[in-house]
Nanobody, 116 residues
C-alpha cells in the first residue's frame, strides 16, 4: 500500500509560480507511474500530468508549456512545477500513484488558488 501526502499549495497571483510536492511511503515508489489531477469547485476531477516509472511524461493540453512534472525516486517524491498560473488553474490538486497490478492510490489534495 502507498500513502501520499501533497504539499506546496497556496495563494498566488496570476502569472506567478508554485511547486507542488507529493511524498510517498513504501519501497516500491519507483515502480509506480505518478500523476497529478485537479478538481475545481463544482467540476469533475481532471487529468493534469503523469510521469511513468521510466521518466516519460504526458500533459493535459491546458498546462503544456507551463507545468512540469518530475520525480525523485531516491526521495520517493513527485513534483509539479507550475508557471504562468491563471485563475483557471485554481483547484484542489491531487497526487496519484498508478500501478497496473498493485492498484491506484490518491493523496488528500492541496488547494491552489490563483488571484487575478
Amino acid at each position: 500500500q502507498v500513502q501520499l501526502v501533497e504539499s506546496g499549495g497556496g495563494l498566488v497571483q496570476a502569472g506567478g509560480s508554485l511547486r507542488l510536492s507529493c511524498a510517498a511511503s513504501g519501497r516500491t515508489f519507483s515502480s509506480y507511474a505518478m500523476g497529478w489531477f485537479r478538481q475545481a469547485p463544482g467540476k469533475e476531477r481532471k487529468f493534469v500530468a503523469t510521469i511513468r516509472s521510466g521518466g516519460s511524461t504526458t500533459y493535459a493540453d491546458s498546462v503544456k508549456g507551463r507545468f512540469t512534472i518530475s520525480r525523485d525516486n531516491a526521495k520517493n517524491t513527485v513534483y509539479l512545477q507550475m508557471n504562468s498560473l491563471t485563475a483557471e488553474d485554481t483547484a484542489v490538486y491531487y497526487c496519484v500513484a498508478i500501478h497496473p497490478t498493485m492498484g491506484n492510490y490518491w493523496g488528500q489534495g492541496t488547494q491552489v488558488t490563483v488571484s487575478s
